[in-house]
C-alpha cells in the first residue's frame, strides 16, 4: 500500500507507513458537509451581532466591558458571605461595623444619616434631589468598599462601569421605591404660584396626607389641597390647578353667600371653620345644599383671566359653584405639617 504523504510501498495491513508514520487508511471526507439552516433564530442572532460588531467596533468594546462585569458580581456574592451582611448593605457602613472593619463603617454610616437628616428638613425645596443623590452614592461607596480587593485587578473602565451600574442600581431599586412608598402615607408639596392668600405664599413646603391616608370623609375647618377643574366661558377662563384652602361645609349643609358675608346651615362659621380668605369681589350670590361626596371650600385665592373690563364683569353663578363645591375625588388630603419657611414651621392649624 503506497504512502499518499511520502511515496513508499508499504506491505498490505500496516495502518501507518513505515517511513514517516503517516495514516494508510483515512475515513471519508464529505465535500459538502451538513451546515446551519440560514432559518435557524441563532445563525440569524450570530449574524447580525457579527454585522453589528463589524459596523461599530466600539459597540463590541461596551460589550467586552460589560462581560467583564459577571465574574466582579460574582466574587461580589461570593465576598458577602451570606443573605444576613447582604441585609446590612442595606444600611450604609453597616456591613463594615459587623465585619472587618468598624471605623470606615461608623464613618459611611455618620456621613449617611447626616444626609438623611438634612434631606429630611429640606423636603419640598430644591435641595431634595441633590441631597437623595448624595446619599446613594455614599451607599454606592459603602458597598464598592467591600468589594475593593477584587476591584484592584480590575480595568479602571470595568471599575467604572461597576460604579455607575451599582449607583443606578441603589438608586432606581432601593431608594425610589421606598420615597414612592412613603409618599403614598404623606407626599411633600410645593405652593405653587397660583395659590396666594390664607398664609400660603409661593413656594411653601407643606406635608399632606398622601392617597393611602386619605379619610373617608373630611370634617370643617381642615386645611386640605383639592385640585381645581378648568372653567371657560364668556369672559373668564379658569385654568386648571391647585387649590389650598378651608372645609367650610360638608355633605349635609347649606351654604350661603350673601354681600360678602359667607351663612353655614343660617350662622356664621365657628372659630377655627372661617374661610382662610374673603369672598372674592363679584362673587355671586349662591345658595348651596350640599349632597353627598360635596364639600365647600371658599377659594382664598386661584388664576382667572378676564376678557373685557373685569370691574364690569359679573361672576356668572355656575363658575361660582363650581369654585366653592369640590367634589370628595378631587380633594388630595389633609394639609398638616409647613416646613419651610423656617419661620413659620410647624403644624397646619
Request: glycine letters at 8%.
Given at each position: 500500500m503506497q504512502c499518499w504523504n511520502c511515496g513508499f510501498e508499504n506491505i498490505p495491513g500496516l495502518k501507518a507507513c513505515a517511513r514517516c508514520a503517516s495514516a494508510l487508511c483515512l475515513d471519508d471526507i464529505s465535500v459538502e458537509p451538513p451546515r446551519s439552516s440560514t432559518l435557524?433564530?441563532?445563525?440569524?442572532?450570530?449574524?447580525?451581532?457579527?454585522?453589528?460588531k463589524s459596523a461599530f467596533p466600539y459597540f463590541t468594546r461596551f460589550f467586552d466591558w460589560m462581560a467583564g462585569?459577571?465574574?466582579?458580581?460574582?466574587e461580589a456574592l461570593a465576598l458577602l458571605v451570606s443573605w444576613r451582611s447582604l441585609l446590612w448593605s442595606l444600611i450604609p457602613g453597616l456591613a463594615q461595623i459587623k465585619t472587618?472593619?468598624?471605623?470606615?463603617?461608623?464613618?459611611?454610616?455618620?456621613?449617611?444619616?447626616?444626609?438623611?437628616?438634612?434631606?429630611?428638613?429640606?423636603?419640598?425645596?430644591?435641595?431634595?434631589?441633590y441631597l437623595v443623590n448624595a446619599m446613594v452614592l455614599v451607599h454606592a461607596v459603602s458597598v464598592t468598599s467591600l468589594l475593593v480587593e477584587e476591584l484592584a485587578f480590575e480595568r479602571q473602565i470595568i471599575r467604572a462601569a461597576f460604579g455607575v451600574c451599582l449607583f443606578f442600581t441603589l438608586s432606581y431599586c432601593l431608594y425610589r421605591p421606598v420615597t414612592t412608598l412613603l409618599s403614598r402615607w404623606y407626599q411633600?408639596?410645593?405652593?405653587?404660584?397660583?395659590?396666594?392668600?390664607?398664609?400660603?405664599?409661593?413656594?411653601?413646603?407643606?406635608?399632606?396626607?398622601?392617597?393611602?391616608?386619605?379619610?373617608?370623609?373630611?370634617?370643617?375647618?381642615?386645611?386640605?389641597?383639592?385640585?381645581?377643574?378648568s372653567y371657560q366661558r364668556t369672559g373668564f377662563y379658569v385654568p386648571e390647578g391647585l387649590g389650598l384652602d378651608r372645609i367650610v361645609g360638608v355633605?349635609?349643609?347649606?351654604?350661603?353667600?350673601?354681600?360678602?358675608?359667607?351663612?353655614?346651615?343660617?350662622?356664621?362659621?365657628?372659630?377655627?371653620?372661617?374661610?382662610?380668605g374673603a369672598i372674592p369681589r363679584h362673587f355671586a350670590d349662591l345658595d348651596i345644599h350640599l349632597a353627598a361626596g360635596e364639600y365647600?371650600?371658599?377659594?382664598?385665592?386661584?388664576?382667572?383671566?378676564?376678557?373685557?373690563?373685569?370691574?364690569?364683569?359679573?361672576?356668572?353663578?355656575?363658575?361660582?359653584?363650581?369654585?366653592?363645591?369640590?367634589?370628595?375625588e378631587d380633594v388630595l388630603g389633609r394639609a398638616v405639617f409647613r416646613i419651610h419657611p423656617l419661620s413659620r414651621f410647624g403644624r397646619i392649624e
Open positions: 435557524h433564530l441563532a445563525t440569524q442572532v450570530d449574524r447580525a451581532s457579527n454585522r453589528l462585569l459577571f465574574p466582579v458580581l460574582s472587618r472593619r468598624p471605623r470606615i463603617g461608623w464613618i459611611l454610616l455618620s456621613i449617611w444619616l447626616v444626609l438623611l437628616l438634612v434631606a429630611i428638613v429640606s423636603i419640598a425645596t430644591d435641595w431634595t434631589w411633600p408639596i410645593v405652593v405653587p404660584a397660583q395659590i396666594r392668600g390664607g398664609g400660603f405664599v409661593e413656594g411653601d413646603g407643606i406635608i399632606c396626607q398622601g392617597p393611602w391616608r386619605r379619610p373617608a370623609q373630611y370634617a370643617r375647618g381642615d386645611v386640605v389641597l383639592y385640585a381645581v377643574s355633605p349635609g349643609d347649606y351654604v350661603q353667600t350673601r354681600e360678602g358675608r359667607l351663612l353655614v346651615n343660617g350662622a356664621d362659621p365657628a372659630k377655627g371653620q372661617a374661610p382662610l365647600a371650600i371658599l377659594p382664598s385665592s386661584f388664576s382667572c383671566t378676564y376678557h373685557g373690563n373685569a370691574a364690569q364683569l359679573t361672576w356668572p353663578p355656575d363658575l361660582a359653584r363650581q369654585l366653592m363645591v369640590i367634589p370628595y
